[in-house]
């Protein structure tokens, strides 16, 4: 299989030049009411293609403490660390996600699936299922618009995110978001997979 052309510097540099066209600045609404909803502060949650690491910002502020944070790129997790001193070290985790090997409760989604190069779509939705704990939860937000040639990001729709994501979990939510940010306005969809993945 080819590899993800988007290689760790690819990305460095784009954090460097400050051309993070996706950088929120602070959690995005729909990851934010899903987190506010949840009870459980002790599960362990990874946030892999975090960038500046907003919703683990928030997740930490509220008291979950069992927060990862995975990302090629050495500059936001730096960002992540300066506006959050007290965040542990090894919690920070410069690295691939297809190299990364843990379990999780549960693994938030922003804007990395459309980040990587469509090739490795399959690839991600394996490890996902593998990353997480059986029943574990993928939670997030995917683009609904067009699959372009040029990207990132890169699009899809709720068909191709079915057809893909069945075989290792159970769709519990896959909608239009209808709390987007303004720009992102029914542009997205919401999603709960389920872990169902049995090796
Ligand atoms: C479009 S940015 C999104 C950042 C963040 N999720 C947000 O919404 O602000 C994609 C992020 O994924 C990271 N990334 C890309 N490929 C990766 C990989 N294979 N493993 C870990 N992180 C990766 C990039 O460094 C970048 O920070």
Redesign the pocket.
């Known amino acids: 299989m080819k590899t993800?052309k988007?290689s760790?510097k690819y990305?460095e540099e784009k954090?460097k030049n400050n051309n993070?066209g996706?950088?929120?600045g602070y959690p995005?609404t729909p990851i934010k009411e899903y987190i506010d909803q949840l009870k459980d502060k002790s599960v362990k949650v990874l946030?892999?293609?975090?960038?500046?690491g907003?919703e683990a910002e928030y997740l930490y502020n509220k008291g979950f403490t069992n927060v990862w944070v995975?990302?090629?790129?050495k500059n936001?997790l730096e960002n992540l660390k300066q506006r959050l001193p007290n965040f542990p070290d090894k919690q920070l985790i410069q690295?691939?996600?297809?190299k990364h090997n843990a379990q999780y409760d549960l693994i938030i989604e922003?804007?990395?699936f459309?980040?990587?190069d469509p090739v490795l779509r399959d690839k991600y939705v394996v490890k996902m299922a593998t990353l997480l704990k059986p029943h574990g939860k993928l939670v997030g937000l995917l683009f609904d618009f067009e699959l372009t040639v040029q990207g990132?990001?890169f699009g899809g729709c709720a068909e191709e995110y079915k057809k893909r994501f069945l075989k290792y979990f159970k769709i519990k939510v896959l909608e239009r978001a209808h709390n987007s940010i303004k720009p992102r306005n029914k542009r997205e969809l919401f999603v709960i997979f389920e872990n169902q993945f049995k090796t």
């Open positions: 993800d988007f760790p990305w954090y993070i996706w950088n929120i995005s946030i892999p293609g975090a960038g500046n907003y995975l990302d090629l790129a936001p690295g691939d996600f297809f922003q804007t990395f459309c980040a990587l990132p990001p």
